[in-house]
């Protein structure tokens, strides 16, 4: 093949960053959530001695939920020994308990549907008025959970499959549309963000959890799988992801975070996004999902955005951007009684000048002395291939020369497989000009904020947690009713 004069190919460094490790109980840190729970305990260990869980439900569901509480309190055998560190198995609940406590349903703390209801919601052929049902009946038992003796720490709502068929084809069927920028999904009726948005008010946090998580059994129908892109894990599997979110909503306290690197600075991630509200207006509102370094969240509410055109392109006005991050800084001094040296903004839309300067000058006022703006896409054209049958690892990071390219998903040789289905795809980072830190350290970042999930503890997941934490919010804050309060408490999100 001839080439052309003066042609010379373009050359990217690239690296494979190491697993990112977390800490944990002790100081103790590990790479694994699971084997750090197991070896260590939370990093937080829970003030009590019990975390009282209450269910909602049907009478079958409400029982499924106790025989599996029951089941795993011994312990779980893994999936296989092909691929120990993937598939581990649970330990129990006992004295070798991960969670250094015990989980207890009161008798007093279940409250069941009755059938001829749940009928009613099932055969309500109006889409948005069966999923206000579902939620009204839903809310209506949680409160009397609310208001009686037995007040949980948490709620868990065991969704049967018919009352979960109902409300997910609502979402599905009812199609709804999707605006550019709305990190919180179509304007089609979302059960969970109508729920979570009218349980806020209850002094306890809800988990929802699907029929066939306590029932393997149980067959959820394949119109509800495609569309939601889940696939049921093995029973010790469901044990360590549930039993984890359950520690972390019904504790509040945090069962891991980010090891710090010597000589780290201290540091809040914010990541904003804009949803629109629920009614089919075309208006946005900005929020703020701040996390500390020791990964503490919380949810900060912005004012309406602006749009470019037709409702498309949300963003905000430079005083709209100046005041989220000043609330930012004044809610992490009041719990740090002190600012951050460094603040750390992901968005996922291009940051317009006049947002910029918002947030740049609410940063020079409080004397925050170093700043990075990144613009995260998740959708790139450019992929990289790897010799022989398994994609490239997780870690992986290209310098383009300005933006990074960088896979949060991919081959993990800890895990000694591929644990994905489909060719991962990277995420590209788009440093703004005024950042600090250097490309690569951004990158580096990124991929350990990837591991602060707390409703599951798998090793792959692909987001940032400041992004992911703002499609969560996004759902829930869309159905928050004019003048009903916004909690600050991530936990009331996920």
Not at 41 to 55: A, Y
Not at 212 to 234: H, N
Not at 331 to 350: D, E, F, G, Q, W
Not at 416 to 445: F, I, K, R, V
């Amino acid at each position: 093949m001839s080439r052309k004069k003066g042609f010379s190919p373009m050359v990217f460094e690239s690296r494979i960053f190491d697993e990112p490790e977390l800490e944990f109980g002790d100081h103790h840190h590990h790479q694994d959530p699971r084997l750090g729970l197991f070896e260590a305990g939370p990093l937080q260990t829970f003030l009590g001695d019990v975390i009282k869980i209450g269910v909602v439900g049907s009478s079958k569901t409400i029982d499924d939920t106790r025989k599996f509480l029951q089941t795993i309190s011994n312990g779980v055998e893994g999936k296989s020994s092909k691929h120990p560190n993937m598939h581990p198995p649970f330990p129990g609940l006992g004295n070798q308990s991960p969670f250094r406590c015990r989980f207890e349903v009161d008798n007093g703390a279940t409250a069941a549907l009755p059938q001829a209801k749940i009928d009613k919601i099932t055969k309500e052929p109006n889409h948005q008025r069966a999923v206000e049902m579902a939620v009204d009946a839903i809310v209506a038992e949680l409160q009397v959970l609310d208001d009686g003796g037995s007040r949980p720490d948490v709620a868990i709502i065991a969704l049967p499959v018919r009352l979960l068929e109902r409300v997910w084809n609502a979402k599905v069927d009812a199609g709804g549309t999707v605006e550019e920028g709305d990190s919180s999904g179509s304007d089609a009726p979302n059960f969970r963000g109508m729920i979570k948005a009218k349980a806020m008010g209850l002094s306890f946090p809800i988990q929802i959890v699907w029929e066939d998580v306590i029932d393997e059994k149980v067959a959820i129908p394949q119109k509800i799988k495609e569309s939601s892109s889940r696939k049921i894990q093995d029973l010790a599997g469901r044990s360590w992801n549930l039993m984890t979110s359950l520690y972390y909503k019904g504790s509040g306290r945090i069962p891991w975070r980010r090891r710090a690197k010597e000589g780290e600075y201290t540091s809040c991630f914010v990541g904003i996004s804009f949803y629109r509200e629920a009614g089919g207006q075309q208006l946005f509102t900005s929020a703020a999902q701040m996390f500390d370094e020791r990964g503490r969240g919380f949810i900060l509410k912005g004012r309406r955005a602006q749009t470019e055109s037709r409702g498309r392109h949300p963003y905000m006005t430079m005083e709209d951007a100046r005041e989220i991050i000043e609330s930012v800084l004044a809610a992490y001094k009041a719990h740090h009684k002190t600012l951050p040296a460094r603040v750390i903004v992901l968005k996922t839309s291009r940051f317009k000048e006049e947002e910029t300067d918002g947030i740049i000058a609410a940063l020079d006022a409080s004397g925050t002395a170093m700043r990075d703006l990144v613009w995260i896409q998740e959708s790139y054209s450019a992929r990289l291939l790897r010799d022989g049958n398994y994609p490239v690892m997780r870690g992986t990071f290209v310098d383009l020369g300005g933006k990074g390219l960088l896979y949060t998903s991919g081959s993990m040789p800890y895990y000694g497989t591929y644990p994905g289905e489909y060719s991962p795809n990277p995420l590209l980072l788009c440093p703004h000009e005024s950042c600090d830190s250097t490309l690569e350290h951004l990158a580096e970042e990124v991929l350990s904020m990837t591991k602060l999930n707390w409703n599951s503890t798998q090793m792959n997941q692909r987001l940032p947690i400041p992004i992911r934490a703002a499609r969560k919010v996004g759902e829930v804050l869309k159905y928050v009713g004019e003048g009903q309060a916004v909690s600050t408490d991530y936990r009331r999100y996920i």
